[in-house]
């Protein structure tokens, strides 16, 4: 008997698949850096967020730090 191998690949995967089909069969003339958005945006996105979380979570400390 042959072994089975599950592959899954989630919403973002099958962007990026596309978005290279197209771009290699010449459909779309975006940049490579777009074309692989579904990459990094997600990390950027996280980033973004946790800059936003240090900076008004240190704003509200010094506040109350500052108070007392």
């Known amino acids: 008997g042959g072994t089975a191998v599950q592959i899954r690949v989630g919403f973002g995967g099958l962007l990026i698949l ?19 958005a579904p990459l990094w945006i997600p990390g950027a996105l996280i980033a973004i967020l ?17 108070k007392t």
Not at 18 to 32: D, T
Not at 52 to 62: D, F, M, N, V
């Open 18 to 36: 596309l978005f290279i089909a197209l771009k290699l069969a010449g459909v779309v003339s975006w940049s490579w850096l777009w074309v692989l």
């Open 50 to 66: 946790a800059v936003l979380i240090l900076i008004l979570g240190g704003e509200t400390r010094w506040k109350k730090t500052r």
